[in-house]
């Protein structure tokens, strides 16, 4: 039996989606065999030559989907997020059945942030409602939708999803806990946009305005926030690393880590930072959250919250005995959600469609 994926991230282990991806694929390939692979990748070389819009990767998935179907029989066919309206209408009308994982934020509280940002949300297919119904058309007609958390599948079920199955995203643990920084070192890694919540981290750490240690904001622009940093705040001291090629390393030198997201449908580098033994202040806008266990492994703070989120780094800095032993217990939580084991779930959802 053959299946097809299709994605247009990329499959890799270089960034949360590609996490998922490579992960996804893996499982399908251990169920069905053969699997017909269409992501990024395949289509970069025509997707360079066209003007981009949201829809032109659904396009020539399709085509390409089309002549899958034509070499030989399909029995299963899994997305991962994208827009793939097109390809899933055609795969469904040829009886395959379909699955996407759709790792939804809030559509409206994702917006909003953008906008109190001054800032225009970038893609089209989710800000505009029109083409929101258009890129929703796909969600409705898959036979199974695959979401990473409670709030996720809340929302989608708001958006008219009827069949939604939750599974967290995964990690792949260090084989022993790194020791602690000898003093609280705080950190934040992933990117940058405004739903990330960044604003009010950083808002945070200003109104404690520690003399030592900085706050380490790292990922892939974090090196360009120094004018949000003085827009922000006058006090506290930071330290803007950019791109990480060792997030491990990163995780190691931190004692406690933050994800402040406004509106995120998971949150994979608290989960990794968990599995390094480093307890974690999750805002309720990170599906994470869901994960962690009040004052046991982590804090949950409201979204949009800077007081709350400094409450929790002072109460830190007041206890400093308590982060080992909540690191300890974060580890524990985390070891129930590695990548083997989420990829067995994945296993367990298309042998029961199958």
């Not at 899958?68 to 299963?76: F, K, M, S, V």
């Not at 929302?155 to 009827?162: I, N, R, V």
């Not at 990480?244 to 406690?256: D, E, H, L």
């Not at 805002?283 to 046991?296: F, N, R």
Request: glycine letters at 10%; one cysteine or more; aromatic letters at 8%.
């Amino acid at each position: 039996m053959n299946a097809f994926y299709g994605t247009a991230d990329q499959v890799s282990a270089q960034s949360g989606g590609g996490h998922v991806t490579a992960n996804e694929l893996q499982a399908l390939r251990e169920v069905a065999g053969d699997v017909v692979v269409i992501g990024h990748q395949q289509m970069a070389d025509s997707l360079s030559k066209l003007t981009d819009t949201p829809f032109l990767a659904d396009y020539l998935m399709a085509y390409l989907a089309h002549k899958a179907l034509d070499q030989g029989t399909l029995g299963l066919a899994h997305f991962y997020s994208g827009t793939c309206t097109q390809t899933i209408a055609l795969l469904k009308a040829r009886g395959i059945p379909v699955t996407y994982t759709s790792p939804a934020h809030n559509r409206a509280l994702t917006i909003e942030e953008y906008t109190r940002m001054g800032i225009n949300y970038p893609y089209p297919h989710i800000r505009d409602d029109a083409l929101w119904a258009i890129f929703k058309r796909g969600l409705l007609d898959a036979n199974l939708v695959v979401t990473p958390s409670r709030a996720s599948a809340e929302f989608l079920a708001s958006e008219g999803c009827q069949r939604l199955e939750v599974i967290p995203h995964g990690c792949i643990p260090p084989a022993t806990i790194p020791p602690l920084p000898p003093d609280l070192q705080v950190g934040y890694l992933g990117q940058t946009g405004p739903d990330k919540g960044l604003v009010y981290l950083i808002g945070a750490w200003g109104k404690l305005n520690w003399p030592t240690p900085p706050l380490s904001l790292a990922g892939s622009g974090t090196e360009r926030l120094g004018p949000m940093v003085g827009r922000v705040t006058n006090g506290g001291r930071f330290q803007l690393l950019g791109w990480t090629a060792n997030p491990a390393k990163f995780y190691a030198s931190i004692s406690v880590y933050v994800q402040p997201s406004v509106s995120e449908a998971f949150g994979i580098p608290a989960l990794e930072a968990m599995a390094h033994g480093r307890p974690v202040v999750c805002s309720e806008g990170a599906g994470v959250s869901e994960l962690v266990t009040e004052g046991i492994d982590g804090f949950v703070v409201p979204r949009r919250s800077q007081e709350a989120i400094a409450e929790r780094l002072a109460w830190f800095r007041a206890n400093p005995h308590r982060i080992d032993p909540m690191g300890q217990r974060a580890r524990e939580k985390a070891l129930k959600y590695t990548w083997p084991i989420i990829r067995e779930r994945y296993k367990v959802l298309w042998r029961t469609l199958l």
